[in-house]
């Protein structure tokens, strides 16, 4: 028997945080698509399952003078999501942005309050929320659209190339089995995401004054 809207509803606020950080990735294999191992998984070339619209907004770099470690710089990216899937969705979505070394930051991580507040007080849209807030059940229309953001430290001045991966728009996903070294077998859950490439700027302490612009963006399955 599957939950209905209203048992949906009731899931606590503690688990939808855990999803929106990574942490319950199991649940995320309900349904999936098992891949043979060796195989590079892509999404479907027409989704077979919910999928939210997703626009995401150009990054900006902004600078903050924190108490205890002083200036600071932050990059931050808005974004618009309606729900024209034809169902209610559980909305939990996660962030990652790579620096193209190596570095992957989940959105959010070592980014104090005080950032966040002044980030939205320069968005200028009293309707925009952060990463826990927009956490919820989304429904249909493009009425009911959300507007969030989200927020990484700097921890390259340089980066080499910006790529924000955007998770939990899309309820497609994959699993894929691998064999270890030592001969035994693991599967890994795969999820449609959304991955957003920025122009390169070069150095960021000259882009406080201007934003990165959006140079393609693809769905992958990561």
Known sequence: MNPDHSSIGRLSTRLLRSLALGVVGSALAVGAVGVQAGAAPEPAPVPQRWQLDLEPGVMHVISVDLPKTGPQMFMYMSYRVVNNSGQDILFAPSFELSNGQGEVVRSGRDV????????????????????????????????????????????DNNPQSITVYAAGFSGETATVETTGKDGKKQKFVLRKTLMIEYHAPGSLEGQRAQPIEIASQTWIMR
């Open 112 to 155: 104090p309050q005080a950032v966040t507040d002044k980030v939205i007080e320069s968005l200028q849209n009293p309707l925009v929320q952060d990463q826990i807030a927009i956490i919820g059940e989304m429904t249909q229309g493009k009425e009911n659209g959300r507007d969030g953001v989200v927020i990484w430290p700097v921890t």
